[in-house]
């Protein structure tokens, strides 16, 4: 199972990045991809994901309306689409897979495999 992020950067507040994750080695269109990210001196916090067949991604309230989440099947690739972004969306942010699983969970520790991390710096 490989995981590779990509599109990370710099922007000011109120602007917008695309996050993709390329991946392989599973079956991404059956199976649960997320996104966690990691602010400064904080936990790893879970950003989104998208379960099975990809029909009904799930964001949590604290992204919800400025992030959208998509799998795309075609490429294997997990999209992460960012807009309004605020300083507290600082983080590195990471996909994450859980592998012949279909549903998903907040907890990073129920995802066994990972991407090495993208940053992504808000001023």
């Known amino acids: 199972v490989q995981l590779v992020e990509s599109g990370g950067g710099s922007v000011q507040a109120g602007g917008s990045l695309k996050l993709s994750c390329a991946t392989s080695?599973?079956?991404?269109?059956?199976?649960?991809v997320a996104w966690f990210r990691r602010p400064p001196g904080k936990t790893r916090e879970y950003v989104g994901w998208?379960?099975?067949?990809?029909?009904?991604?799930y964001l949590p309230s604290s992204v919800r309306g400025r992030f959208v989440t998509t799998k795309d099947k075609g490429k294997n690739t997990l999209i992460l689409q960012m807009n309004n972004l605020r300083p507290e969306d600082t983080a590195i942010y990471y996909c994450?897979?859980?592998?012949?699983?279909?549903?998903?969970?907040?907890?990073?520790?129920?995802?066994?495999?990972w991407g090495q991390g993208t940053q992504v710096t808000v001023s």
């Open positions: 994450a897979a859980r592998p012949g699983w279909e549903y998903c969970y907040q907890t990073d520790y129920d995802y066994p495999n």
């Open positions: 080695g599973f079956d991404f269109g059956s199976d649960c």
């Open positions: 998208v379960e099975g067949d990809g029909s009904a991604p």
